[in-house]
T-cell receptor
Framework: NAGVTQTPKFQVLKTGQSMTLQCAQD?????MYWYRQDPGMGLRLIYYSASEGTTDKGEVPNGYNVSRLNKREFSLRLESAAPSQTSVYFC??????????FGAGTRLSVL | AQSVSQHNHHVILSEAASLELGCNYSYGGTVNLFWYVQYPGQHLQLLLK??????LVKGIKGFEAEFIKSKFSFNLRKPSVQWSDTAEYFCAVSSNDYKLSFGAGTTVTVRA
C-alpha cells in the first residue's frame, strides 16, 4: 500500500544541471500535482495534471516542465537548475474532487 | 484564484493548553476547505476537510474546524494540545478546478 512514491528523496545539483523528479501513485487517481515548499510560503503549485494526457501550469511554472507518462506517473523536470529552485518538492494525487494525498517529498539543493 | 491567509506564523503553547489557528480565504464561490498537518520530517497528512453540510467539522487526533461562510474563515481548534501536536499546520482551499491553494503555514510548538 505505497500511496504516492517520490524519487529521489534528496538531490544536490550544480547550477545549470538538469534532473527529473519522479512520482508514481498506485491509487488509480485521475489528478496529479507538483508543489514546491519554501519557508514562510506554504506550498505553491508548479504544474498539475487533471487527467492522463493533460497538463497545466500552476502558480510557479517557470523553469520546470512536466510529463504525465501514464495514469500512475507524473514527472517534473528541471532543464537548467538555478539556486532559486532549491526547495522541497512534493507530488500529490487525488481522485477528482477529493482530498490530495502527498508523497514524502524530494529535498533539492542547487549550488 | 483564491488566496489563503493564516494569521499566526509561530505559536508556542504548553501541554493541555487550547489551540486555535486562524484561516481566512478570498473567494466568493463554492469552496472546499482543508487543514493539513506536517509533522517534523514527514509529508503532509489530512487533518480534516469541509465540503458541505455541518459547518463544524471533526477530524483526527481531536482537532475540529468551523466554517463561517460570512467571514470567509475556517479556523482550526483543539481543546487540549499534547507534545505530539508539535508540527506545521496548513490551511488549504480548492474550488471547482480542484487545485489547492495553501496558506503560508503555522508552526506549532508544544512545550512539555
Amino acid at each position: 500500500n505505497a500511496g504516492v512514491t517520490q524519487t529521489p528523496k534528496f538531490q544536490v545539483l550544480k547550477t545549470g544541471q538538469s534532473m527529473t523528479l519522479q512520482c508514481a501513485q498506485d491509487m488509480n487517481h485521475n489528478s496529479m500535482y507538483w508543489y514546491r515548499q519554501d519557508p514562510g510560503m506554504g506550498l505553491r503549485l508548479i504544474y498539475y495534471s487533471a487527467s492522463e494526457g493533460t497538463t497545466d501550469k500552476g502558480e510557479v511554472p517557470n523553469g520546470y516542465n512536466v510529463s504525465r507518462l501514464n495514469k500512475r506517473e507524473f514527472s517534473l523536470r528541471l532543464e537548467s537548475a538555478a539556486p532559486s529552485q532549491t526547495s522541497v518538492y512534493f507530488c500529490a494525487s487525488t481522485p477528482v474532487g477529493d482530498i490530495q494525498y502527498f508523497g514524502a517529498g524530494t529535498r533539492l539543493s542547487v549550488l | 484564484a483564491q488566496s489563503v491567509s493564516q494569521h499566526n506564523h509561530h505559536v508556542i503553547l504548553s501541554e493541555a493548553a487550547s489551540l486555535e489557528l486562524g484561516c481566512n480565504y478570498s473567494y466568493g464561490g463554492t469552496v472546499n476547505l482543508f487543514w493539513y498537518v506536517q509533522y517534523p520530517g514527514q509529508h503532509l497528512q489530512l487533518l480534516l476537510k469541509y465540503f458541505s453540510g455541518d459547518p463544524l467539522v471533526k477530524g483526527i487526533k481531536g482537532f475540529e474546524a468551523e466554517f463561517i461562510k460570512s467571514k470567509f474563515s475556517f479556523n482550526l481548534r483543539k481543546p487540549s494540545v499534547q507534545w505530539s501536536d508539535t508540527a506545521e499546520y496548513f490551511c488549504a482551499v480548492s474550488s471547482n478546478d480542484y487545485k489547492l491553494s495553501f496558506g503560508a503555514g503555522t508552526t506549532v510548538t508544544v512545550r512539555a
